[in-house]
């Protein structure tokens, strides 16, 4: 491989929340017992060093002495544009299109400020990820909750019926698509969503959809943009992308949305404004730019090789070594969304034990209550394999024992 993917970094006190904010005085439990590092399993950030053109785009713009008001420039929307078209096919993007946001989750807030009233009611499946749950409650709104099934081979998927039934009788007109899908993985496909969004013009519902984890797919799987299914689902959604889940730069701040429909785009942007805060950071734009180089799909699809190789190994060592703990195999992102339920039974123990278990050796996990799977834990699986490694040796010598 040309990238690095296997160097493992220390990031304590680089002001990384993953190893820095653990403890009684962090968002994390407490660190792990004497003996034992943590492995940082839990932040949806990555633990490898990043691109290097990233870095470069941002010295070349430091290295000249001012950094007053400033606006987009013309490289950041090709820069999209051409991602976009080489990613996921789109194809008649224009820079008008393309509207900033400081992040993701503010950006839904902005869409449902424009498509709802303060109490109405938003259709959102579940497993559902902690921060729409949270920014939601947050700003007024209520969440209803359409169940993902699993089917016969293990695979999660929407239930149309129970969607059309929680629409109806909760009268919905917004609804958030997370794709891929997180907490569990899923990347849907055509006729998947397809058929949500035939759907949702049925019943007149708008549709915010979170495309943040677009570019980390497995091998064999492919992403579809909700906004390409159909001209109706071109012109009633709000997408949301970011290069912080691709890339790891989360910290430097910079979302953007791709809105088609031009009175609704307007109206977006002014409720946006609102705050006079929702504005980019120069360097922010200039990390994206060295992120959606050339350099930037190398790395990429590198990074998609890494990650498969450690999403194949996680889920081989659970079938071999962890019996009563089950999963649905992620086919996209690079979280892992493991259930405990039998292995608990059996076991008589209870989900907080089993968390704490793991933290106490360093396996650095997550609740996986906040995203309503309530025996569940998600692992984020973006660090150097010998570090995947290491925690489920862990798990199986301390944590998942008689």
């Not at 993701?104 to 449902?112: D, E, F, I, S």
Request: one cysteine or more.
């Amino acid at each position: 491989m040309k990238y690095d993917f296997t160097s493992i970094l220390d990031r304590k006190g680089k002001d990384a929340i993953a190893v820095d904010n653990i403890g009684p005085t962090g968002w994390g439990p407490d660190g792990p017992k004497e003996g034992f590092d943590a492995i940082p399993m839990w932040v949806a950030d990555m633990n490898f060093p990043a691109l290097p053109a990233i870095q470069q785009a941002m010295v070349e713009r430091i290295s000249h002495p001012t950094f007053g008001y400033f606006m987009p420039r013309q490289e950041y929307y090709d820069a999209i544009i051409n991602w976009q078209a080489r990613r996921n096919g789109v194809e008649g993007l224009l820079p008008e299109h393309i509207g900033y946001e400081n992040g993701v989750l503010g950006g839904v807030v902005t869409a449902l400020n424009v498509l709802c009233s303060r109490g109405d009611k938003v259709l959102i499946h579940k497993p559902t990820y902690v921060g729409f749950t949270g920014s939601l409650k947050n700003n007024g709104y209520d969440i209803v909750h359409s169940d993902l099934v699993l089917d016969e081979n293990g695979v999660w998927r929407m239930d149309f019926a129970d969607m059309e039934k929680k629409i109806v009788e909760n009268k919905i007109h917004a609804a958030i698509l997370c794709s891929p899908h997180n907490p569990t993985g899923r990347v849907w496909e055509r006729w998947e969503v397809e058929q949500a969004m035939e759907l949702y013009r049925k019943h007149d519902v708008m549709v915010i959809s979170d495309e943040i984890w677009s570019d980390i797919i497995r091998p064999g799987h492919k992403h579809i943009p909700t906004q390409s299914v159909s001209e109706d689902a071109k012109m009633r959604t709000v997408a949301m992308y970011a290069p912080s889940k691709t890339f790891s730069l989360a910290g430097l701040v910079g979302s953007y949305h791709i809105i088609y429909n031009k009175a609704l785009r307007d109206r977006h942007d002014k409720e946006a404004s609102l705050s006079h805060y929702n504005s980019m950071n120069v360097l922010s734009m200039y990390a994206l730019i060295g992120a959606f180089s050339e350099e930037g799909h190398v790395w990429t699809d590198e990074l998609n090789e890494v990650i498969a190789g450690n999403v194949d190994f996680a889920c081989d060592f659970i079938e071999k070594n962890l019996p009563g703990v089950t999963f649905c195999k992620p086919q996209g992102t690079y979280m892992l969304f493991i259930d405990c339920k039998d292995w608990l039974e059996a076991h008589g123990k209870t989900i907080e034990q089993i968390l704490k278990a793991g933290w106490d050796v360093g396996v650095a996990w997550q609740d996986g209550r906040g995203f309503h799977g309530m025996t569940h834990l998600r692992l984020n699986l973006a660090l150097p394999l010998t570090r995947v490694q290491e925690a489920f040796e862990r798990m199986k010598q301390y944590v998942f024992v008689d």
